[in-house]
């Protein structure tokens, strides 16, 4: 087995290094979160952060199917360092971009 540190893999100069930075510490996304907390009842909710990189970084690269971003957050190394190793469900990834339009 080998441990990768997912944050070593987004290069400084990179666009997911550009994008990573943004996202995490130059937006305010606020706006996101009180619609995808979820504590009383069902699986918790994807951080929007999250769900804002893998997205905004799948389209950067021409991916547009919720399906091959899952697809991606499961086998690519960049992927996996934006979404900090998760792998939302393309039917999360598919409502997350239909309810912001």
Same mark, same amino acid.
């Given at each position: +087995?080998? @441990?990768?540190?997912? !944050? !070593?893999?987004?290069?400084? &100069?990179?666009? !997911?290094?550009?994008? =990573?930075?943004?996202?995490? #510490? ?6 996101? =979160? %009180? ?13 929007? @952060?999250? +769900? ?9 690269? &021409? ?8 697809? /991606?957050? !499961? ?7 934006? /979404?900090?190793? $998760?792998? %939302? #469900?393309? $039917?999360?990834?598919?409502?997350? @971009?239909? /309810? =912001? %339009?």
């Amino acid at each position: +087995m080998v @441990v990768i540190n997912f !944050e !070593e893999q987004i290069q400084p &100069g990179s666009f !997911e290094y550009a994008l =990573h930075n943004l996202i995490s #510490h130059r937006l305010d996304l606020s706006i996101f =979160h %009180p619609r995808f907390k979820n504590d009383k009842n069902g699986r918790p909710a994807y951080d929007p @952060v999250i +769900m804002l990189k893998i997205i905004l970084f799948a389209y950067s690269k &021409g991916i547009t199917s919720s399906r091959e971003i899952q697809w /991606s957050c !499961e086998t690519n190394i960049i992927f996996k360092a934006l /979404s900090c190793d $998760t792998v %939302p #469900h393309f $039917t999360s990834i598919a409502s997350f @971009v239909s /309810s =912001h %339009p």
